[in-house]
């Protein structure tokens, strides 16, 4: 081994160390994995369970109904009488990207009903209601 004389430069290394890359790089996957169910959102509500195909993954409005009859246009609490004008112009300015119902098992059928003859009269026929999944063990 040959020392080096004063003044005299050490040779560059041009590798890149990784490992503390890498260390980021998990530390944010964590991150994103804990974080990243409760990013769903949404308005809370029981929904009911049923035997239907997946619906498709489109941006649609979301229209929610809680159990005491609360209403919610995506996330935004709306109560009937403003339900009917903003609908109209959302469902148009949003086209045909269709609606879907999430309304809580337990919330006033007529409510529903209510809602949905809203829907109706401002054009919308393409209407998902959501549901859970059907437990088949039994």
Same mark, same amino acid.
């Given at each position: 081994?040959? =020392? =080096?004389?004063?003044?005299?430069?050490?040779?560059?290394?041009? @590798?890149?160390?990784?490992?503390?890359?890498?260390?980021?790089?998990?530390?944010?996957?964590?991150?994103?994995?804990?974080?990243?169910?409760?990013?769903?959102?949404?308005?809370?509500?029981?929904?009911?369970?049923?035997?239907?195909?997946?619906?498709?993954?489109?941006?649609?409005?979301?229209?929610?109904?809680?159990?005491? #009859? =609360?209403?919610?246009?995506?996330?935004?609490?709306?109560?009937? =009488? @403003?339900?009917?004008?903003?609908?109209?112009?959302?469902?148009?300015?949003? #086209?045909?990207? #269709?609606?879907?119902?999430?309304?809580?098992?337990?919330?006033?059928?007529?409510?529903?009903?209510?809602?949905?003859?809203?829907?109706?009269?401002?054009?919308?026929?393409?209407?998902?209601?959501?549901? @859970?999944? @059907?437990?088949?063990?039994?």
């Amino acid at each position: 081994m040959r =020392r =080096r004389a004063r003044g005299e430069r050490t040779p560059l290394n041009a @590798e890149i160390n990784v490992v503390s890359l890498i260390d980021v790089m998990m530390l944010l996957m964590i991150i994103f994995m804990i974080t990243a169910p409760m990013m769903q959102g949404g308005v809370d509500v029981s929904l009911p369970r049923a035997e239907a195909r997946p619906l498709d993954a489109k941006r649609p409005l979301v229209v929610s109904i809680t159990r005491d #009859g =609360r209403i919610y246009l995506d996330e935004v609490r709306v109560s009937l =009488r @403003e339900f009917g004008g903003v609908f109209r112009a959302l469902a148009q300015k949003s #086209g045909q990207g #269709g609606v879907y119902l999430r309304a809580d098992q337990r919330a006033d059928y007529g409510q529903v009903v209510r809602v949905l003859a809203i829907m109706r009269a401002a054009g919308v026929g393409d209407v998902g209601l959501v549901t @859970e999944p @059907e437990d088949v063990a039994k």
